[in-house]
């Protein structure tokens, strides 16, 4: 499975950013898809998941302001992420996850939100 992930960039406090995931390989052995994040000097934090049936989960930190989708015949799993702040600073991370517990990692695109 490779993924590789887009969409980071620097955007004010208040703004809007979607980050894109493109999957290939084995995808039919995905199970869950997810985007991480790790700030500066801190642990990589779960932001979001999205299972094959769609079923979705936030964290605490993000929920309401983020949206995570998936397109299935394109094979991209998306972070739609309004009302940014400075503390969304961070690198994010393209995740999945097989049948098998197995993890996969993307590159990682940064997202820099200035105040």
């Known amino acids: 499975v490779q993924l590789v992930e887009s969409g980071g960039g620097l955007v004010q406090a208040g703004g809007s950013l979607k980050l894109s995931c493109a999957v290939s390989?084995?995808?039919?052995?995905?199970?869950?898809m997810g985007w991480y994040r790790q700030a500066p000097g801190k642990q990589r934090e779960l932001v979001a998941t999205?299972?094959?049936?769609?079923?979705?989960n936030y964290a605490d930190s993000v929920k309401g302001r983020s949206t995570i989708s998936r397109d299935n015949a394109k094979n991209l799993v998306f972070l739609q992420m309004n009302s940014l702040k400075p503390e969304d600073t961070g690198v994010y991370y393209c995740?999945?996850?097989?049948?098998?517990?197995?993890?996969?990692w993307g590159q990682g695109t940064l997202v820099t939100v200035s105040s």
């Open positions: 995740n999945a996850r097989t049948m098998e517990a197995s993890a996969y």
């Open positions: 390989g084995s995808i039919f052995m995905i199970n869950v």
């Open positions: 999205i299972t094959r049936r769609g079923n979705t």
